[in-house]
């Protein structure tokens, strides 16, 4: 997935959101990225990993294992096998950073494999799991930091609505003329696949692909401020919960609610990210 580059002026105000160690402001709505939850075999090597190649920083809430990076959290839990992100609704989460080539030596070192998309900027690194993590050299930040959700539909238009109706995020191209869903520091970008062309969906609707629930990338969360209200709001529109708005904070450090978008792509709606 090759691509030029945008404008640097572009990507600067892009991250100018984000600070080392700050975490996104809701949006009107009261929404912000939250987190990647991640069930993999080997939680301790998997944190290692996210540390020493992604810089983030080791924490606990409540009762979750996570890794903080500026502008996402990573929860870590433990499942014994799970495929990974390619084939996926998730198709790979993207990051910032500031040394293309400091960053591939240590994925290297660490034996990870690199899928390079353009020469000496940007990469696949694929995590424990088969988790597919794109980084791409961005100078001008200081540490990485997360950029974008690549999510795969047949129809990205119709994928892109859905986001932009549900969150309140904002029309947004991270790369051009790729239309995503913006939300403070970050974007949620779409993969066309099945012969999508000129962003209409195909004539025949291809083979959904797989939903992330049960995967090493289990679900993709949102940080919400009045999650209860708006989890009231969704339902009152129509909108089928898989989980219903359930007050966790307590005891596991967040209280949460479960939905997925139409393409398989399973999101947890928590409030309690925010501040650590």
Request: charged share 20%; proline share 6%.
């Amino acid at each position: 997935m090759r691509w030029l580059l945008l404008p640097l002026s572009l990507f600067a105000a892009a991250a100018a959101f984000l600070l080392p160690a700050q975490t996104p402001a809701p949006n009107a709505s009261g929404v912000a990225f939250g987190h990647i939850h991640l069930m993999v075999p080997d939680v301790a090597a998997t944190e290692k990993l996210l540390v020493d190649i992604l810089g983030g920083t080791p924490m606990t809430i409540g009762a979750l294992r996570t890794v903080k990076t500026p502008g996402v959290f990573f929860i870590l839990g433990q499942r014994a096998d799970g495929a990974g992100t390619d084939g996926s609704a998730v198709n790979h989460v993207g990051f910032y950073v500031k040394s293309y080539a400091e960053t591939k030596a240590k994925a290297e070192a660490a034996g990870l494999a690199i899928r390079e998309l353009t020469p000496n900027v940007q990469a696949f690194i694929t995590f424990p799991g088969g988790v597919l993590i794109e980084v791409q050299e961005f100078p001008n930040t200081t540490v990485p930091t997360f950029s974008h959700y690549h999510l795969s539909a047949p129809d990205t238009l119709a994928a892109r609505d859905w986001y932009l109706k549900t969150f309140g995020a904002d029309e947004s191209e991270r790369r051009p003329g790729a239309k995503g869903a913006g939300l403070t520091g970050g974007t949620i970008d779409f993969l066309a696949y099945g012969g999508q062309a000129k962003g209409k969906a195909p004539a025949t609707p291809p083979a959904a692909l797989a939903a992330t629930k049960g995967r090493a990338l289990d679900h993709i969360g949102f940080e919400i401020k009045g999650l209860k209200d708006f989890v009231a709001k969704l339902e009152a529109g129509g909108m089928k919960m898989d989980r219903a708005y359930s007050e966790t904070k307590g005891k596991i450090g967040v209280d949460l609610a479960f939905i997925t978008d139409p393409n398989g792509t399973y999101i947890e709606l928590t409030e309690g990210l925010a501040g650590h």
